[in-house]
Structure formats: C-alpha cells, structure tokens
C-alpha cells in the first residue's frame, strides 16, 4: 500500500475488555513502532520491532500491553482488561531503514476509549 | 526536566510572516531531529530532518541545529493559513531506535 495502515480506526471498549488493534507497515520497512499518544501530548514510545523482533518494549506501560509481529510485517498491539486510562491514540510507524537516522512514517492512529 | 522541551504555544503570525518554532533537548549524545507536523485529529507528518550542526532548508522550511547548546528550531517563511498546526519536535537518542518527542507547539496563522 502506499502508507501505513491501521484498523480500526476508532474503539471503544468497556473498562474490563480486551481489545486488538492491528498495523500494517509499508511494504518491506523493516522497522515498526508503536507510540500512545494522550490528548494534547507528543507520541510515548510503547515498542519497537526489527523484522519479527521485539527488540525493545520499554515503554509498555504495564503486563497488560502486548505486542506482536510474527512475519515482520503486520504487527498487532493487544491490550487486556483495558483501563480507563488506556484511553488514547495508538499509532503505529515504519521505517524502511533499521539504523538510526532513520525517518518513520505513521498511520493514521486508532482512537480507542474506554468506558 | 522533559527530554524534549517545547513551548505549547498557541504561537500566532501574521500570513506572510515566519513562524519560529524552538526545541530543547537534554540527552547531549542525541543524535537525529526531526520535525513532524500534526493536523488536528490526524497523524503525524515528516516535515523536516537534521543530522549535523547548522541550517537546513526545504522549501520554506528551515530547520536549525545546535548541538552545543542542545536546541534544534524550525522556521516557516511565508507562512500560510494552512501551516497552522502542532509541530512536534522529535529527537532520536544514541542507543535508542524509537523517537522521543515533545509536547508540541500550536502554530496559529492569522489570514
């Protein structure tokens, strides 16, 4: 496709539920992120895959943040038992490079809210 | 003290004047910069990235890096009513692949 993708685009879930949220990367970026990005904030950093690896998932703020991208492509980002405060933007980027002056597009976001 | 530092603004300009949008940042051996913009409800967009000490421009964007006094800048020269936006610093940190970004500032161009 011509840009990152994501879907849904909007979610709202009752404080308890799990929910899914998927990404799709451009096509052969070997680097993809997953940012949380509050009302009136920048981007937080969540995770971080090279290919099919996990390679840095610090910024998960709790077990309940889940990330995967099992064929280094698609990625999925699972948030279980969603809280109140889980409430955001969740965007998703890539990157067609894997060292650091790399520039990373993103997609248009999942807005989820948590009742 | 944030990792990346921005005035939240609203900065208002006049059409046709240049809009200066500054940057802090407190990792020394930060290593990338960029400058993303932000319509409302949308996602960010790359605008402009800087590597090295000194000036870079792009059409009527310039961005600026000082590395020793740790501050990276955005210019918009002739700005339009459609520039009016979040700007979004974002540094990348040696060691780091992800991006660290600011709060942003809201830049609002007056017709």
């Known amino acids: 496709g011509a840009g990152v993708s994501q879907s849904p685009r909007y979610k709202v879930a009752k404080r308890g539920q799990d929910v899914a949220l998927r990404c799709d990367p451009i096509?052969?970026?070997?680097?993809l992120f997953w940012y949380q990005q509050a009302l009136g904030q920048g981007p937080e950093f969540l995770t971080y895959?090279?290919?099919?690896?996990?390679?840095?998932k610090s910024g998960l703020p709790s077990d309940r943040f889940f990330a995967e991208r099992p064929e280094g492509s698609v990625s999925t980002l699972k948030i279980q038992r969603t809280q109140q405060e889980d409430s955001a933007v969740y965007l998703c980027a890539s990157s067609f490079e894997a060292r650091e002056t790399h520039k990373e597009y993103f997609g248009p976001g999942t807005r989820l809210t948590v009742l | 003290q944030k990792e990346v530092e921005q005035n939240s603004g609203p900065l208002s300009v006049p059409e046709g004047a240049i809009a200066s949008l500054n940057c802090t940042y407190s990792?020394?051996?930060?290593?990338?910069f960029f400058w993303y913009r932000q319509y409302s409800g949308k996602s960010p967009e790359l605008i402009m990235s800087?590597?090295?000490?000194g000036d870079k421009e792009d059409g009527r964007f310039t961005a600026q890096l000082n590395k020793a006094s740790q501050y990276v800048s955005l210019l918009i020269r002739d700005s339009q009513p459609s520039d009016s936006a979040t700007y979004l610093c974002?540094?990348?940190?040696?060691?780091?692949?992800?991006?660290?970004f600011g709060s942003g500032t809201r830049l609002q161009v007056q017709p």
């Open positions: 974002a540094v990348n940190r040696a060691g780091r692949r992800a991006l660290t």
């Open positions: 800087i590597y090295s000490n």
């Open positions: 990792d020394r051996v930060s290593q990338s």
């Open positions: 895959f090279q290919n099919e690896a996990q390679l840095d």
């Open positions: 096509s052969g970026h070997v680097s």
